[in-house]
């Protein structure tokens, strides 16, 4: 019979090394605990358990990663507070808030990345690794705001100089420099693993920066008097600061908001499971990402001819693994139909 020939893409050749899940959600990323259809993995836990190895590291790391890097950013907080009355540098204590500001931030990234190893409830049933996204969102809000409020203060500074201990201002910025720069390497190769630790490193390359040019401008205030150099290179460490949040911010909002990730074709995505043997159409397409590493798609499968539901049940099985091989999509539900679908959204 014509139901019993196996699936395939018209004119492509299947997919290899992609497995399905089961039910009605397509779980790609595993199949222990299922029964699925013809041409499933004959080794369903072999890639499962290499993936979920892969990310032991960041879990046992990390968490320890950020709140030392924290901590180091706070006790020096107080460091450059205390250094900036002494010496009577304004640039010293808007370092300090920075610092403050960022030690908060860092902090904020801890607790975030302990809450997304929290497990799914009945409420929320995703989990809770969205809410390194939502700490990452607001890493970046924040540090951009500290970039405008320094520029505000640079301004300030270029109309009202102020005198200076220039010798003090430097040995404290060393210090600085210093602190940030062991903060740094302590997140250094973790600095890729998602976007809250990204935001987190860009806040302590960020402090690493503004060091440097307390460094300079007390060099400047200290030999020769150029109390305007501190500004400008405020300023421009701002802008460096800003020029690498803006991709952070952008890229978790377009998270939170469900926006179909970059580099994404829906249309290809559309006409490749159009091409699979009994579909005649798709629609209600949503494609969006729960984190950094989970890509989601939601979609309506029009079937060309009223097949068993065993023979439907396959047919989502072949699309799985056909998507998960072309677009890394590792989590799939589908509505298999037969007639029309008349929702609104499906217009």
């Known amino acids: 019979m014509e139901e019993d020939k196996e699936l395939r893409i018209v004119g492509m050749a299947q997919p290899e090394h992609a497995h399905d899940g089961c ?62 009355i002494v010496s009577n540098s304004l640039s010293l204590l808007s370092d300090a808030l920075h610092n403050l500001a960022d030690s908060s931030a860092i902090f904020i990234a801890y607790v975030a990345h302990l809450v997304a190893q929290r497990k799914p409830t009945k409420r929320k049933t995703f989990g809770y690794k969205r809410f390194e996204i939502i700490a990452a969102f607001f890493n970046a809000i924040v540090l951009i705001a500290i970039c405008l409020y320094l520029f505000v203060e640079a301004y300030r500074r270029f109309v009202e100089p102020e005198p200076v201990r220039g010798l003090v201002m430097l040995l404290v910025a060393i210090a600085g420099l210093v602190a940030n720069l062991v903060s740094v390497v302590i997140l250094h190769s973790q600095k890729g693993a998602n976007l809250n630790v990204r935001a987190a490193y860009m806040h302590l390359l960020g402090d690493t920066l503004s060091s440097v040019a307390v460094i300079v401008g007390g060099l400047c205030i200290w030999l020769w008097e150029i109390y305007w150099i501190d500004p400008l290179i405020t300023v421009l460490v701002g802008l460096y600061i800003i020029r690498h949040t803006w991709g952070i911010l952008t890229e978790s909002l377009d998270i939170l908001m469900e926006a ?41 499968v ?31 539900t589908v509505q298999m139909e037969f007639a029309p679908c008349d929702a609104p959204e499906c217009c």
């Not at 494609?287 to 979609?299: G, I, K, S, T």
């Not at 049940?313 to 999509?329: C, D, L, M, N, S």
């Open 23 to 84: 039910c009605g959600h397509e779980h790609t990323h595993g199949t222990e605990g299922c029964t699925t259809g013809q041409g499933a993995n004959p080794h369903p836990g072999h890639h499962h358990g290499h993936h979920h190895g892969h990310h032991h590291s960041f879990k046992d790391t990390t968490g320890k990663r950020l709140l030392w890097a924290s901590l180091l950013n706070l006790v020096f907080t107080v460091v450059q507070i205390i250094g900036g």
């Open 260 to 300: 179909v990730p970059p580099g994404m074709d829906i249309d290809r995505l559309r006409e490749t499971i159009e091409r699979v043997d009994l579909v005649e159409d798709v629609h209600h397409i949503h494609v969006w990402r729960l984190n950094d590493d989970q890509l989601n798609l939601e979609a309506h």
């Open 302 to 332: 029009q079937l060309s001819r009223d097949v068993s539901v065993s023979k439907a049940q396959e047919v989502r099985a072949y699309i799985a693994r056909t998507v998960k091989a072309q677009f890394g999509i590792t989590h799939m």
